[in-house]
């Protein structure tokens, strides 16, 4: 009875099987980013990234004190610290941006067509060369101008020149991504499809080669004429291509009527916004990542430790929901970035290797740890490795497992 019972069910759930594995495969197995900087593309050249490094150290040197000092400012925990401290200073020397973006749309503006194209070829032959050098950051890319009509020839012709001249550098790996502005419809991400498909037609390139990100800075983005969110219609529409969905705070405040004065990643709109992008990409593999905050760290040394303050508890915020990633656009804001990452991970492994440790091994650690939260505590200690917050000595000794053994955990 048993066996024609099953048979039966998996006839009948086939369809929903299959559906199930389509269109959520689960984590992908790649390092997530824990920002993406944006340097407009007339500010852009070979150099950008060790001037970014220099002039965020000179601004932890002129502001931030001792490391004690620095981490009562940021409200951090004082215990650990001056070992948070070096570990940033380290951080700033080995991999100030682990996320580039070379940006065409609101920071670059409306420029002639001449120009742009200039501009373009410029920074691609900039960034070729910075990819053949040991500073070169593990993701990079570009944001191109939205496909909506006004903008779509021009952000189409961009994006063709920039992959053009990499290909022909031979300088576009697995670290290449595009970010898409202001969409405001499915019908574009499949239309960005079309393009890539073109573009890799023309290139040469394996077919797939070319991924994107969606950026959620529009109404229509959230919520669609029928009432409901077309996110998940937007990564299906992507054809596996859609590797993030990347929050605009601005733009998606301004166009629900925010004042200026109240626009912020905070903004109870921010996080409905974000909640849906969770929701939407949750099982798919579709990294997801906050925006940004205007309050830059310039000026007097009271304005630049206001602005820290309000950096490093926005992108705790962010960790604390669930969010790894966010943006940055100035370099004095690095330091914070790394401060509060290193100390949100810094903090919770003593408990998160606890926890581990005794769902592997059998022991007490006071938590009753079912398979989806370990693998939840994995992925909490696996980020902190990757952005180089825990050592893997430290994984070694405090849980009893190697990093091919927390990576199975943490992404099955």
């Known amino acids: 009875m048993e066996d024609a019972l099953n048979a039966e ?13 389509s269109r959520y495969p689960g984590d992908r197995g790649l390092r997530q980013p824990i920002h ?36 009562k400012l940021l409200d951090l925990p004082r215990s650990h610290g001056a ?19 070379i940006d065409f749309e609101d920071g670059y503006g409306n420029r002639p067509d001449e120009q742009e194209d200039a501009a373009a070829v410029d920074a691609a032959r900039a960034l070729a060369a910075l990819l053949k050098t040991d500073a070169a950051p593990p993701y990079y890319g570009l944001r191109i101008k939205s496909l909506e009509a006004p903008s779509r020839r021009r952000g189409v012709r961009t994006l063709n020149l920039f992959v053009s001249e990499l290909t022909s550098a031979g300088q576009l790996t697995y670290g ?29 390139l394996p077919p797939g080669t070319l991924k994107f990100e969606i950026q ?46 109240y626009q912020s990643m905070e903004h109870p709109v921010a996080d409905h916004a974000k909640d849906v992008m969770q929701l939407a990409a949750a099982g798919t593999g579709v990294f997801v990542c906050d925006g940004s905050t205007n309050v830059l760290p310039i000026g007097s040394r009271d304005q630049v430790h206001a602005a820290w303050r309000l950096h490093s508890r926005l992108v705790r915020r962010s960790l604390e929901r669930g969010i790894y990633q966010g943006w940055d656009m100035h370099p004095a804001q690095l330091p914070t970035r790394y401060l509060a990452t290193y100390s949100f991970y810094r903090e919770g ?31 909490f200690v696996l980020r902190g490795v990757e952005c180089g917050a825990i050592d893997l000595s430290e994984v070694d000794t405090l849980i009893g497992v190697d990093l091919p053994g927390l990576s199975v955990l943490a992404r099955r």
């Open 36 to 71: 993406t900087v944006y340097v407009p593309a007339d500010r852009y050249d070979a150099g950008t990234i060790d001037d970014w490094a220099k002039a965020a150290r000179a601004a932890l040197d002129e502001h931030g004190g001792s490391a004690d000092e620095l981490a």
């Open 176 to 204: 290449f991504v595009i970010t898409l502005a202001k969409v405001t419809s499915f019908e574009q991400i499949e239309a960005m499809v079309v393009v890539l498909e073109a573009i890799e037609g023309a290139q040469s």
């Open 83 to 101: 070992q948070v401290y070096e570990r940033v200073v380290a951080k700033l020397e080995r991999e100030p941006i682990e996320d580039l973006r």
């Open 9 to 21: 069910l998996d006839r009948r759930l086939a369809e929903a099987d299959a559906e199930l594995t």
């Open 216 to 261: 959620v800075e529009t109404p229509q983005a959230i919520l669609a004429p029928d009432g409901t969110t077309p996110l998940p219609r937007m990564i299906r529409a992507g054809a596996g291509r859609v590797t993030g969905l990347h929050y605009g705070t601005y733009d998606y405040s301004a166009s629900l009527g925010v004042a200026a004065a």
């Open 349 to 379: 492994l003593e408990t998160a290797a606890t926890r581990l440790r005794a769902y592997l091994q059998g022991g007490n650690s006071g938590y009753l740890d079912e398979p989806a939260t370990a693998a939840a505590l994995a992925g």
